[in-house]
């Protein structure tokens, strides 16, 4: 039997509210507290960074402790969101050296899907 390990991963909880049909979030001016949570089934999470630019420019976030190994590990950001459109993302790096890609890469049925997270937000 072969086993299937996840990929590594790092989710954002999305700030703000949302808009139903373009699923972009509204915001106003201030600091915020990014939060997300990171895995993979290849190792520990060793960093994840954060996005505020579309994936120009990436910050290094904190990271929480993990429950066990191979556990979900908790992860934040502290943002300063000033007027504009953003475009918020998230990856994780493990410490066997994987990294969330940019763009997913092409396979027949689709899965395995763990290219980074891209939230758009407005900030008015």
């Known amino acids: 039997m072969s086993l299937t390990r996840m990929l590594?991963?790092?989710?954002l909880v999305p700030p703000g509210i949302p808009d139903f049909l373009t699923r972009t979030r509204f915001l106003s001016p201030g600091r915020y507290l990014l939060e997300g949570?990171?895995?993979s089934g290849?190792?520990?999470?060793q960093s994840v960074d954060v996005s505020t630019d579309g994936g120009r420019a990436w910050g290094r976030a904190q990271v929480g402790d993990a429950d066990s190994p191979f556990?979900?590990?908790p992860w934040w950001y502290e943002w300063m969101a000033e007027p504009g459109d953003h475009e918020l993302c998230c990856r994780a790096t493990d410490n066997a050296g994987n990294t969330q890609?940019?763009?997913?890469?092409?396979?027949?049925r689709g899965v395995a899907n763990n290219m980074i997270q891209r939230v758009r937000v407005v900030v008015s």
């Open 101 to 108: 890609p940019i763009g997913q890469n092409w396979n027949y």
């Open 42 to 45: 290849y190792g520990d999470i």
């Open 8 to 11: 590594v991963r790092a989710l």
């Open 37 to 39: 949570r990171a895995w």
């Open 71 to 73: 556990a979900w590990r």
